[in-house]
């Protein structure tokens, strides 16, 4: 366990090697700058105003690592280098109880060269507490349902892990009824009492802390509403839509889920009523378009299981482009390959079901709980410890099986479910290519540049991210608007006019295509700009202001 945990460490700091002069590891983006930011406020003020949008367990985590060594996204990913080689581990003690040494080791092996826990190890995201968690609770269990005579302490710091699961991974909340079950029936009640007390005492603090900031009671975060209507309604894809075009980051998310609300009900909304409101349009629309609903619920199904990563703000194609590690582990270890051999073993494992059955309720319970909502490749990271355990007992299995002879026919058919379960996980399932996903990455990079005030690297990266993706409508408007600031006027209307082409209502394109061709003297080709910026949006701001100005401009050349 020990060379296990050595070498999968050695594993992630060769790879934070590789990555360490690229734009990805030196800025933030999307979430990463949102958990950043937090973890500074907690440190200004531990409990803060409002209660919990997002799981609060990660920023607090970074609060703790930043009041220790200083802020430094550097050490936040060291620490979770650490972590996730203690997550192999913990799976290769986990492994060693349930299906013997070998096979421990085995698995705690797969986990440590599991290309997308590497990638998750080295973004500054909750991801890493996901695996880690995850991790835990696996070697918890294996301890608590050993045949010897009970340690209620297990029982107890069980359902502790999964409260602290919970706090990174709402969805995991699903588990706690599921786990109580498969306790029930192997432990006496105290052991389930001790599992749900665990949780409680996990999640107490955070309920608690929600009622004194908010005046309700809200056990973990206020986005269940607005996330299962994401997931849930007559546009949804399985993937991530924000409610409002172009605003698909958490401050916005938030700020919309709450204003919209609001603008329905025609009055201020408390936290759990925003939740409500979009929990109730989900199930209505759900209620009224059964057929609609199944057959999406089938294709994020397929998401889950789908040997893709569909990323969230930070890219794993790009970082692959930079760490030949990365590349190798991503190719050959990816989800498919776990999910695979996972099946193999699942069917193998299979006539020791009363004695590992919780290792596929975990597995179909959090499957399910991502299904529900939508799906990221960063939601199905706390998949790939049990996975492992499947995949090295199914590998174990089918060793066994071809040293004898009379057992041939079994292990063809396991073969053969091995071929359907890898064909079936990598269908292809919609979703953007390669250039747009690299392309969204370096947008993002963008964003990041431009927020912080480093204008030409930001129109570096904006040229970068429209040479993968020239089909970036937002990449264009943002490239023109800087453009327009330098007072390259000419290339700020080339790139408004690339961004009209692709989307002909875009307000923010026709105002500051107006603004640029204002600036250059061409008042006559800006002013219908302005007017069709306030045809679709009467309330424009900058498109009044420019009319406003267009016409002073005249009246004095008069």
């Not at 590497?118 to 973004?123: A, D, S």
């Not at 609001?262 to 057929?291: D, F």
């Not at 009379?406 to 058919?413: K, V």
Request: some cysteine; aromatic content about 10%; overall charge neutral.
């Amino acid at each position: 366990m020990l060379w296990i945990i050595l070498g999968a460490l050695a594993l992630r700091l060769v790879y934070l090697a590789e990555i360490s002069d690229t734009p990805f590891f030196r800025i933030l983006v999307g979430d990463s700058v949102v958990y950043d930011a937090w973890a500074e406020e907690i440190r200004a003020d531990f409990v803060g105003k409002d209660v919990f949008y997002q799981a609060p367990l990660y920023p607090y985590f970074l609060a703790a690592l930043y009041a220790v060594f200083g802020h430094g996204v550097f050490v936040a990913r060291v620490a979770q280098a650490v972590l996730g080689a203690a997550a192999c581990g913990l799976v290769a003690g986990a492994g060693g109880r349930l299906f013997g040494r070998r096979v421990g080791l085995g698995a705690g092996a797969l986990l440590a060269v599991a290309g997308p826990c590497l990638f998750f190890g080295g973004v500054v995201h909750k991801a890493c507490l996901d695996l880690f968690l995850m991790s835990a609770l696996l070697y918890m269990l294996a301890r608590l349902l050993e045949p010897a005579r009970p340690r209620w302490g297990w029982a107890l710091a069980t359902g502790a892990v999964l409260g602290a699961l919970t706090l990174t991974r709402e969805n995991a909340l699903l588990l706690f009824p599921l786990l109580a079950v498969v306790l029930a029936g192997r432990r006496a009640p105290l052991a389930v009492g001790l599992f749900l007390l665990g949780g409680v005492l996990a999640l107490a603090p955070v309920a608690l802390r929600n009622y004194a900031v908010g005046g309700e009671l809200v056990l973990t975060t206020s986005q269940f509403g607005a996330n299962f209507y994401l997931g849930n309604n007559a546009d949804a894809d399985g993937t991530y839509e924000p409610l409002v075009w172009g605003h698909g980051d958490v401050a916005n998310e938030h700020a919309d889920a709450i204003a919209l609300a609001e603008q329905a009900a025609g009055r201020k909304l408390t936290a759990s009523e925003v939740s409500h409101h979009w929990s109730s349009r989900a199930w209505a629309w759900m209620s009224e378009h059964p057929a609609d609903w199944a057959r999406l619920l089938v294709h994020k199904w397929r998401l889950v299981w789908g040997a893709r990563e569909i990323s969230d703000s930070d890219e794993i194609l790009v970082y692959e482009d930079a760490s030949v590690l990365l590349r190798a582990l991503a190719t050959v270890f990816g989800f498919g390959t776990f999910a695979t051999l996972a099946a193999v073993g699942m069917a193998t494992t299979w006539p020791q079901r009363r004695r590992v059955g919780f290792l596929y309720v975990i597995v179909g319970g959090l499957a399910a709980a991502t299904a529900l909502f939508f799906v990221f490749g960063r939601y199905r990271v706390a998949l790939f410890p049990p996975l492992a355990l499947f995949a090295a007992a199914g590998i174990a299995q089918i060793v066994a099986l071809a040293r004898t002879r009379p057992y041939r026919r079994a292990l063809a058919g396991y073969v053969g479910l091995g071929v359907a379960a890898a064909i079936a996980t990598s269908i292809p399932i919609g979703g953007n290519g390669d250039g747009v996903r690299r392309g969204t990455a370096y947008y993002n990079i963008a964003v990041t540049q431009e927020a912080g005030g480093d204008l030409p690297a930001a129109v570096a990266s904006y040229r970068k991210s429209l040479a993968f993706d020239a089909t970036s409508v937002q990449a264009h408007i943002n490239l023109g608007a800087l453009l327009a600031r330098g007072g390259a006027f000419e290339e700020a209307i080339t790139e408004e006019r690339a961004a009209l082409r692709l989307r002909p209502d875009e307000v923010l394109a026709h105002v500051d295509l107006a603004n640029a061709l204002l600036e250059s003297g061409r008042l006559d080709e800006a002013e219908p700009h302005y007017r069709e910026a306030l045809r679709l949006d009467p309330e424009q701001p900058q498109a009044r202001a420019g009319l406003m100005t267009l016409q002073d401009l005249r009246a004095k050349s008069r």
